[in-house]
């Protein structure tokens, strides 16, 4: 019965990610500060679960979905009291590494699809669940007082910048579309020597606003969230997607592992 129900409110809580963080997005777009999404936006037609039905979901998120998905817990849990959301944020590598090692997780929202194919492959994602959930960009950042001339991508090889952050190409989606960005531009085999590798996208901003880096690759979504940085071009990346997980799959294949 409780695998039922949880079952249940994955499915609204997938639904409402889509329509909130969709709106989000497009509120950060405008770069207009504004309040938190209006309870409107939750769908007040599926009634919260009793005292029995006590429910817990766990999200293992993308690191650049911190901001839209507090506001979305906000409104949630506000509107479902009986439904606890548990946060698990990272890099989409390290999340994805994560739940092949047994990590409970109902929902995965990644920033890359290589990390989701990859637990479809393993039979820890159900295919039939994927949702394309959202577009972002990726920017180039400096701190908000910085006076280097940064305006297409070939600037990057201003001496004085010395320090350049990005993600982990490995783990993090940003730093792997950066990676393209660079080698597209043939710069990045000359600019390795100056890379401040993130663990994940918000560390990578975090080396930008306290100037640690001069300039840095993050998602427009970050950059917009930042008092501490400003945006001086964008390079467009991949979409980001969300799945549902099932935890019938994951059960199934950690049982396989332990065998």
């Known amino acids: ?52 039905e006590k429910v817990d979901l766990t999200i293992s998120a993308a690191a650049s979905l911190t901001d839209a998905l507090k506001e979305i817990q906000t409104v ?18 390290a999340l994805q590494q994560q739940i092949e090692q047994g990590a409970p997780s109902d929902l995965f929202l990644s920033a890359a699809t290589k990390n989701m194919q990859a637990l ?8 039939a669940k994927q949702k394309n959930l959202l577009l972002n960009d990726l920017v180039v950042v400096v ?6 001339a940064v305006q297409r991508i070939e600037d990057l090889s201003n001496p004085e910048i010395k320090h350049l952050a990005i993600g982990e190409p490995q783990t993090v989606p940003a730093g792997s579309y950066t990676k393209e960005a660079l080698t ?16 994940d996208v918000r560390q990578v901003l975090t080396y ?18 930042s008092k501490k940085s400003q945006s001086r071009f964008q390079r467009r990346s ?13 059960e199934s294949y950690q049982a396989q592992q332990r065998s």
Request: glycine share 4%; charged share 20%; aromatic share 10%.
């Open 76 to 93: 949630y849990e506000t509107k479902q009291p009986g439904i606890k959301l548990n946060f698990n944020y990272g890099a989409s590598g």
């Open 208 to 225: 930008v606003e306290s100037g640690n880096a001069e300039a840095g690759f993050v998602y427009k979504t970050d950059a917009l969230t």
């Open 120 to 127: 479809v492959d393993k039979q820890l994602i159900d295919s």
């Open 184 to 199: 597209r531009a043939k710069l990045w085999d000359s600019l390795q020597n100056i890379f401040v590798q993130g663990k």
């Open 1 to 52: 019965m409780y695998r039922f129900v949880k079952s249940k409110y994955m499915l609204l809580l997938a639904l409402c990610l889509i329509l909130m963080i969709s709106a989000c997005s497009s509120k950060k777009e405008t770069a207009v500060p504004s309040a938190s999404p209006t309870p409107s936006a939750v769908s007040t037609a599926t009634p919260s679960p009793t005292a029995k």
């Open 143 to 148: 701190p908000s007082d910085s006076k280097i």
């Open 238 to 250: 991949n979409n980001l997607y969300a799945y549902c997980l099932s935890c019938w799959d994951c």
